[in-house]
């Protein structure tokens, strides 16, 4: 930092903040430290009263915070992204779709356990709306090495740290269980609940089965509608271990992979989630999905949305952060369910 005469400052960059006071109408900073001085500006400092400046003295091997903070964009944008204007060595991400956001922790860390930059992001696997705040990235100082930005982009390597996956245009095939349905004891008040929950990602539910409690039964609603080309099939009821509870052993008959028999959510204990031998999910919905605002579905809705396949390790993963507090006014996704994992 070296002082210079204001007139002479055109090009160099502030190491303060100037502020401008006008009685009783303003206080603010009118040059915010860091900022890069221009022709303009010298009458404006001048009748600030600043006839001197101090400002960064230009070093080898040292970079403003700025020209840092584009490396911090370039590791994290990726496509359906749109960055901020850099700002005191800050610049915010944006969604430009609607999707799913997939945040690579371990290159997030790899960041953020070096010294002098930051990033901040939304939770992984959350669903976005375009427009929505993804990320914020800040250089700490007002200079930086830049070989500490070039051994973090190297480290962090060619994938972003950010994905913002499309959710797809999907059809869905549901079928429906429970002989109470099946021989009109009752109304069926569960599948107009899926058909709202699958409208919200622009999923259209273009079959819809009945099937008693014989699990052959349900088999045979899930094969014919699987045969039909439908591109996720949703089963409704019968998710217990009551023993009229047949629908787990009819999907794990037609399903390739079992994912999870079991979830560590509530609302959502007994969710099930399966795959056929084409990667085509098929999920199995317990009774709490039907009048609960938010369950387990909420949180595989969005990847099975984006066509985005769920592990075993992540299903187990969402007990941290799975426990729904069922308030009266729901805020999800803006509040701590589903936020742990």
Known sequence: MRQIETKNAVGHILCHDITEIVKGVTKKARFRKGHIVK?????????????????????????????????????????????????????????EID??????????LVVNSSDEMMIATRHNNMPVKAGDKLLGTRIIPLVIEESKMIEVKEKVGDSPILKLLPFKKLNAGVVTT???VYHKRIEDTFTPVIIDKLKAYNIEVVEHEISDDNPENISAKIKAILKKGVDLLICTGGMS?????????????VADRIISYGAPVLPGAMFMLAYTSEGLPIMGLPGCVM??????????????????????????????????????????????FGKGA
């Open 99 to 108: 999707g799913l956001l997939k945040v690579d922790i371990e290159k997030l």
């Open 241 to 253: 271990v009551d023993p009229d509870d047949k629908t787990p052993a009819a999907i794990k008959s």
């Open 39 to 95: 022709e303009e500006d010298i009458p404006v400092l001048l009748k600030l009263g600043k006839d001197r400046l101090y400002v960064w003295e230009q070093t080898e091997g040292m970079i403003h915070e700025n020209e840092a903070a584009e490396y911090l964009k370039e590791i994290t944008i990726n496509d359906n992204i749109r960055a901020s204007e850099c700002k005191e060595g800050k610049i915010d991400l944006f969604a």
């Open 178 to 180: 429970g002989n109470e």
């Open 291 to 336: 009048y609960c605002k938010r369950t387990v579905f909420d949180l595989i809705l969005p990847r099975v949305a984006a066509g985005d396949p769920v592990t075993k390790e992540e299903i187990s993963t969402l007990g941290h952060g799975g426990l729904c507090l069922e308030c009266e006014d729901c805020t999800y996704p803006e509040c701590s």
